[in-house]
């Protein structure tokens, strides 16, 4: 019996070995697959600091500059319109993220509560929308953008996200889990349709405008296609598009380079930092709603 | 009974008024900004089109024939699936494999989930000047990386064979982090007690993967491959910042929707550039209607 028991523990002692010696390389896995994804922002923040020499130094290879020079910082700020870059991608985010919620709330209240004669049809569009690859609709944007003398303008960046099929569909689905009673209660209470909406329903669903939210203003900050078209005016490109001019003009001086790349996305990465849980559960909530 | 029609009318005109104002921006929006645009774009697809969109000459089907006998085309197409196949498996394969160490008590866990979702924040355009920058051939860092295992230097982002590959590389490694994030709710929404049923019964890690994880997680995973397809399907951020026309590997890495871009902006023919996004319009149906029929055999909706 006292062997029995020995083996046990020993036993024991060998699953528990096994399962730390699992969690380590667990730790290894996630930690390299870390490293993977931090390592270009790390490279990228390095490599602006050094000079062209050390970046292109390869016997000894250079990992960290000699010195923290500001001068490629100041050189691309001053070639380059960055507060109008700025204020351009900041203005175009705004805009489409406030209409885009007014907006897509006010159709996805109608589609998830209301009943109405061409529910069903006007629905259909929402959804056609969503499955057509959205390279469909630019060049006819742009002539129609064009036709109205509105290119170079903030306007002109808003202009394909004045509305949001993605987020009337999104929205719809988080009015639609709600309890009946709530209209049933405010209709008694004495308020109409559009104060049930905006006082009853909507805060109801801030979750779900957070994640839009999120979704929109990514989208809008990442998009490169359309600016690049529309706003062909150094003045009134956004970050991305003006990054693609700069690649093409200092072609091989990755310093400068790098240091463009910098500028041109530490303010969305520092929101992320402020705001990682509302973005990375804003995101995943949105995941099973759709 | 005319009575009876006002009666109920009143209060439901009261509704109906309602939900037609609020659709109203929407769908006129809808209309003007899409709906209108498709039946353009397709109508455009039959015309032979000068500068700026001018001088419309009607030339039928002609746009479609010179498409068909364009071999840049259909290397486009080839291109743009090959990304997709490279990129799809391996970024699902890998969120899932990273979701489900996640989704258990570890330390640092949150930390991971961060870490792994900058990459989504980060603008393509940035991401792959510094990618095309560590790509670089002569002072990059794969390459001395590599150089120290004695592997000798690639042409990354110039060889034809190679580039593809690379670009796959980037879209995997922006892709990753987000299709996680989505997997992880998904398997959270198990319920706890059917891995300790299993447990119970003797189940191994791996076998509780195989027969509870994988298959009460297909609706998530679905909706996960579902987007990353008609995503990768629609690349050219990443190929438009690091293959310019003159690069020896532009041939093989042009996607459909960079040829598009070139076609319709670059070179003004708009005419064939609707039709290049028509042909994409009706691959990515095809591939839209295949996910879904073959989506009964596999997903589990419980």
New interface residues.
């Given amino acids: 019996m006292g062997e029995r028991f020995v083996g046990k523990k020993k036993g024991r002692e060998a699953m528990k070995l096994r399962k730390r010696l699992s969690g380590v390389l667990?730790?290894l896995?996630?930690l390299s697959?870390?490293c993977?994804?931090?390592l270009?922002?790390v490279?990228?923040v390095l490599?602006s600091f050094k000079t062209v020499a050390e970046?292109?130094?390869?016997n000894p290879?250079v990992f960290f500059p000699s010195e923290w020079k500001w001068e490629h910082y100041v050189t691309v700020w001053k070639q380059n319109h960055f507060l109008r870059l700025y204020w351009n991608t900041f203005a175009m985010m705004a805009i489409r993220v406030f209409l885009g919620l007014l907006?897509?709330a006010?159709?996805a209240?109608?589609?998830a509560r209301?009943?109405?004669?061409g529910?069903n049809f006007?629905f259909g569009?929402?959804l056609?929308?969503m499955?057509?690859?959205?390279?469909?609709?630019?060049?006819?944007?742009?002539?129609?953008v064009?036709a109205i003398q509105m290119r170079n303008t903030i306007f002109a960046l808003v202009?394909?996200g004045?509305?949001?099929?993605f987020g009337?569909f999104l929205l719809r689905q988080f009015f639609m889990v709600l309890p009946k009673e709530l209209e049933e209660a405010a209709k008694l209470d004495g308020c109409?349709?559009?104060q049930t909406?905006l006082y009853v329903m909507l805060p109801l669903v801030r979750s779900g405008l957070v994640a839009l939210g999120i979704f929109t203003a990514?989208f809008a900050?990442?998009d490169?296609?359309w600016p690049l078209?529309v706003n062909t005016s150094a003045d009134a490109a956004t970050?991305?598009?003006a990054?693609?001019k700069i690649?093409?003009a200092y072609s091989v001086h990755?310093p400068e380079?790098?240091t463009?790349?910098v500028l041109?996305?530490w303010p969305?990465?520092l929101v992320?930092f402020l705001f990682?849980r509302q973005?990375?559960e804003g995101?995943?909530?949105s995941?099973?709603k759709? | 009974m005319a009575k009876a029609v006002n009666k109920v009318s009143k209060r439901t005109w009261n509704e109906w008024i309602w939900a037609w104002f609020l659709i109203a921006p929407t769908i006129i929006g809808l209309i003007v900004l899409n709906i209108i645009p498709i039946i353009r774009t397709a109508h455009m697809s039959l015309f032979k089109s000068g500068d700026f969109g001018r001088n419309h000459i009607f030339v039928g089907l002609d746009n479609y024939v010179r498409m068909v006998n364009d071999p840049q085309v259909w290397q486009a197409v080839v291109n743009t699936l090959v990304y997709t196949f490279l990129v799809v498996p391996v970024s699902i394969a890998l969120a899932m494999l990273i979701a489900v160490l996640l989704n258990r008590p570890l330390k640092g866990r949150s930390i991971y989930r961060t870490i792994y979702f900058i990459p989504m924040i980060a603008a393509p355009a940035a991401v792959t000047m510094v990618w095309r920058w560590l790509y670089n051939s002569n002072f990059g860092l794969i390459n001395y990386l590599l150089s120290l295992v004695g592997i000798p230097p690639v042409n990354w982002t110039t060889d034809p064979r190679i580039a593809i590959v690379s670009i796959a590389i980037i879209g995997i490694w922006s892709i990753v982090g987000y299709n996680m994030v989505l997997l992880l709710a998904g398997l959270q929404e198990i319920p706890r007690d059917y891995y300790e049923a299993s447990e119970i019964d003797g189940a191994g890690k791996v076998r509780q993967f195989f027969t509870i994880t994988l298959p009460l997680v297909t609706p998530t995973l679905f909706f996960v491959m579902v987007t990353t397809i008609i995503q990768s399907m629609q690349v050219f951020d990443v190929i438009y910042m690091m293959i310019d026309i003159t690069n020896p590997a532009y041939e093989k890495t042009v996607s459909l929707v960079y040829l598009f871009y070139n076609n319709s902006f670059k070179y003004s023919d708009k005419g064939y550039g609707s039709a290049i996004v028509m042909l994409l319009l009706a691959i990515i149906m095809v591939l839209t209607v295949i996910q879904i029929k073959v989506q009964k055999r596999w997903v589990n909706y419980g």
């Avoid at chain 1, 004045?162 to 099929?165: C, G, I, N, R």
């Fill in positions: 667990i730790h896995f996630l697959g870390a993977t994804m931090i270009p922002f490279w990228m490599t970046s292109t130094s390869m290879f907006f897509s006010m159709a209240y109608a589609f209301l009943n109405f004669p529910k006007f569009i929402v056609f929308q499955m057509v690859p959205t390279q469909i609709f630019i060049i006819p944007q742009y002539l129609m064009d202009f394909p004045l509305v949001s099929a009337t109409n349709i559009g909406f990514l900050f990442k490169l296609m078209i970050l991305s598009s990054l693609a690649q093409s990755y380079l790098m463009a790349a041109a996305i969305m990465m992320f990682q973005f990375v995101i995943s909530t995941g099973g759709l």
